[in-house]
């Protein structure tokens, strides 16, 4: 509970002392309104994480996808810098608890996307090569992609998952199991006019939702703190495929506040040129 405790705060920064009411910018870093997740039903979830000195162990930072045997998408707010070490990280893999006794996997390379500044001007994604490929298992499988003309609309089924905080206020107590909630996509326009209401229309001259954005939860159900990075999946034509990345939000599943995701589809030519570049 601690470790997870150090994390959140590490991961939020001085956000978490401002009053919930009106905007908050945050960057969601904990499932709200979720369940545990079965063994094996998310195959491609993986835990970031850090060295703390002050915890001598490898700590939870922020979730991510495995969407190749080498490569792990998470979001860019979650990596120190643009050059950061990739021996500052490890990654997890194929265990819905946090801290168990397996073996976690070493990281290679660190690619933030170029065009990333501050989670809410978007493209707020990072791509992480594991020094060797991930052994695919029942456990440990990597998810599809959003195709580049997917459309998910409310009527879909999807899912986030994750090991971030219950609510905006507390944290996912020990054995730290991985957290699971069914969410609803919620349309961007309709998402920028709930955040543009939210934000009493401080931002009226700029849009805060952007195309590369995709939203989704409801009161009650979604992301939070030690979230970010994480996969938002949808069931596409009967197969699961990566539509988004935990990005950022104000609180945690406020009502009518969806939480805010990187569109993985966006993305895709950006991942495969990095993939393709680094193989
Ligand atoms: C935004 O606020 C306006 C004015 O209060 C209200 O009429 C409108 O229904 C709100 N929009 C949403 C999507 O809740």
């Known amino acids: 509970m601690l470790s997870l405790l150090f994390v959140t705060l590490f991961l939020v920064g001085c956000s978490v002392a401002k009053p919930p009411a009106g905007a908050i910018d945050k960057e969601l870093v ?16 993986v835990s970031l994480k850090v060295y703390s000195y002050h915890w001598a162990a490898w700590v939870h930072r922020c979730g991510g996808s495995l969407i190749h045997p080498q490569w792990v998408l998470t979001a860019a707010h979650c990596i120190h810098h643009r050059n950061a070490d990739p021996s500052t990280y490890r990654i997890q893999a194929g265990d819905v608890y946090l ?23 978007g493209a707020d994604v990072a791509l992480l090569r594991l020094a060797e490929p ?14 580049l003309n997917l459309k998910v609309t409310r009527k879909d089924e999807c899912w986030v998952t994750g090991w971030g905080d219950l ?31 939210a934000s ?37 034509r009967g197969s699961w ?36 570049s680094s193989s």
């Open 30 to 45: 904990g499932i709200v309104g979720g369940h545990n997740a079965p063994q094996g039903k998310w195959p491609w979830q």
């Open 200 to 236: 009493r229309h401080r931002y009226k001259d700029r849009r805060i939702i952007l195309d590369s954005n995709v939203c989704a939860g409801s009161e009650g159900r979604g992301p939070c703190f030690g979230d970010s990075g994480g996969p938002l999946v949808c069931k596409v």
């Open 134 to 147: 991930a052994d695919c298992s029942a456990n440990v499988k990597p998810v599809k992609l959003s195709s």
């Open 99 to 121: 801290y168990g006794d397996q073996t976690l996997l070493s990281v290679s390379q660190v690619i933030v996307h170029p065009d990333f500044v501050y989670a809410h001007l």
């Open 167 to 197: 609510s905006f206020f507390g944290w996912l107590p020990p054995p730290f199991r991985l957290q699971e909630v069914n969410v609803q996509v919620v349309e961007n326009s309709l998402c920028e006019e709930l955040y543009q209401n």
């Open 241 to 276: 495929t990566l539509v988004g990345v935990v990005s950022w939000g104000y609180g945690c599943a406020w009502r009518d506040i969806p939480g805010v995701f990187a569109r993985v589809q966006t993305y895709v030519p950006w991942i495969q040129q990095q993939i393709h």
